[in-house]
């Protein structure tokens, strides 16, 4: 055998050696280890669609500009702290053990056909391109564990999840459900039904005006409407042109006043067995006025007056458009006449 071909033969060994070493290296990178990460090289930022399928309830949270909003609820805002909760829950969950693939398992395991406590997440990016599909299906009944599989990579095993995988993903747990939160201590003025809220004097907390003798102002009714702003919520929102609204006539029944010169109008309506509240703001301030000799403190409270007017207008251009069912709670206090905020005063 010429020296040129022993070469050759232990060129070409060395090099189906290198193959099987890279080959078999590439394998255990892969093979699964207790604790790992189902969605390690995961990146949320890259996140911009999230489709949540349970049954037969289907929920999608799209990207924009602001952050996310729901499809089924018109395109409405949903809560950037349910996104990054639900998208941190997805990151954290870890693997106990791989279990196995076949058509029987998964359908012992409630992976394929779908239960409907089967919940089917996919994630896509901004060019609508599938990052992640994956299936969880029957949970331990001890807790400690629940089946999951992804779907977006052929052959992929069931694995045990490490704990229970507790993800919200229903409707309510997304969305911005709250219009405004005013502190009480920020409320100047209120005004409703042949009733009105205000300082006697500057600088004095606001009460009852033109209480008639022998009676005396029921605080624990006016205490409602100077706190009605805080954390206002909703039950559902709804389109203004909505057929379940859209014959309702509102009547508005409280105007607020903050001391910054601003404030809400509360408009009201109910059927039989809804509430309804319209909300809209408003700022006193004709116009604002700055000069280039204007002081340094004079300057800022008007930058901060102009942001207030830009907040307000936003918030209007916003709300204009829903119409939102409330609690029989906050109901109740949109019902208040002057009669309700009195009581005998002895």
Not at 2 to 12: D, R
Not at 87 to 98: N, P, S, V, Y
Not at 269 to 276: F, G
């Given at each position: 055998m010429?020296?040129?071909?022993?070469?050759?033969?232990?060129?070409?060994a060395?090099?189906?050696?290198?193959?099987?070493?890279?080959?078999?290296?590439?394998?255990?990178?892969?093979?699964?280890?207790?604790?790992?990460?189902l969605?390690?090289?995961?990146?949320?930022?890259?996140?911009?669609?999230?489709?949540?399928?349970?049954?037969s309830?289907?929920?999608?949270?799209?990207?924009?500009?602001?952050?996310?909003?729901i499809?089924?609820?018109?395109?409405?805002?949903?809560r950037n702290?349910a996104?990054?909760?639900f998208?941190?829950?997805?990151?954290?969950?870890?693997?106990?053990?791989?279990v196995?693939?076949?058509?029987?398992?998964?359908?012992?395991?409630?992976?394929?056909?779908?239960?409907?406590?089967t919940?089917e997440?996919?994630?896509?990016?901004?060019?609508?391109?599938?990052?992640v599909?994956?299936?969880?299906?029957?949970?331990?009944?001890?807790?400690?564990?629940?089946?999951?599989?992804?779907?977006d990579?052929?052959g992929?095993?069931?694995?045990l999840t490490e704990?229970?995988?507790?993800?919200?993903?229903?409707?309510?747990?997304?969305?911005?459900?709250?219009?405004?939160?005013?502190?009480?201590?920020?409320?100047?003025?209120?005004?409703?039904?042949g009733?009105?809220?205000?300082?006697?004097?500057?600088?004095?907390?606001i009460?009852?005006?033109a209480?008639?003798?022998?009676k005396?102002?029921?605080?624990v009714?006016t205490?409602?409407l100077?706190?009605i702003?805080?954390?206002?919520?909703?039950?559902?929102?709804?389109l203004?042109?909505?057929?379940?609204v859209?014959?309702?006539?509102?009547?508005?029944?409280?105007?607020?006043?903050?001391?910054d010169e601003?404030?809400?109008?509360l408009?009201f309506?109910?059927?039989?067995?809804?509430?309804?509240i319209q909300?809209?703001?408003?700022?006193?301030?004709?116009?604002?006025?700055i000069?280039?000799?204007?002081p340094?403190?004079e300057?800022e409270?008007?930058v901060?007056t102009?942001?207030?007017?830009?907040?307000?207008e936003?918030?209007?251009?916003?709300?204009?458009s829903?119409?939102y069912?409330?609690s029989?709670?906050t109901?109740d206090?949109?019902k208040?006449?002057?009669?309700?905020?009195?009581?005998?005063?002895s």
């Open positions: 010429t020296t040129n071909v022993k070469l050759a033969i232990a060129t070409l060395l090099l189906v050696c290198s193959v099987w070493v890279y080959s078999d290296s590439v394998s255990r990178g892969e093979r699964f280890s207790r604790g790992q990460k969605l390690a090289n995961l990146n949320p930022d890259e996140v911009a669609t999230i489709e949540i399928v349970q049954g309830e289907q929920l999608t949270l799209e990207r924009s500009a602001e952050g996310f909003t499809e089924q609820n018109h395109g409405y805002p949903a702290d996104i990054n909760r998208l941190r829950d997805l990151l954290d969950i870890g693997l106990a053990k791989e196995g693939t076949g058509t029987a398992l998964n359908e012992e395991l409630e992976i394929e056909p779908t239960t409907d406590t919940v997440i996919a994630l896509l990016n901004d060019a609508d391109q599938e990052m599909r994956l299936r969880l299906g029957k949970a331990i009944e001890d807790r400690s564990g629940r089946y999951v599989r992804r779907l990579r052929e992929d095993p069931i694995y704990g229970t995988v507790a993800l919200s993903t229903t409707l309510d747990s997304f969305i911005r459900n709250e219009i405004v939160n005013v502190s009480q201590s920020e409320v100047v003025r209120v005004e409703g039904d009733f009105l809220l205000e300082a006697p004097e500057p600088d004095a907390s009460v009852l005006s209480i008639p003798g022998g005396k102002e029921k605080s009714e205490n409602k100077k706190s702003l805080s954390r206002l919520r909703f039950e559902t929102a709804l203004a042109d909505d057929d379940e859209r014959q309702l006539k509102f009547e508005r029944v409280l105007q607020i006043d903050l001391a601003s404030g809400y109008q408009a309506a109910s059927t039989d067995e809804k509430s309804y909300i809209r703001g408003h700022h006193n301030v004709a116009q604002v006025q000069e280039l000799d204007t340094k403190d300057l409270e008007k901060d102009l942001s207030r007017i830009d907040e307000i936003d918030f209007n251009a916003f709300h204009a829903w119409v069912e409330v029989s709670f109901a206090k949109l208040l006449v002057k009669s309700d905020l009195l009581e005998d005063a």
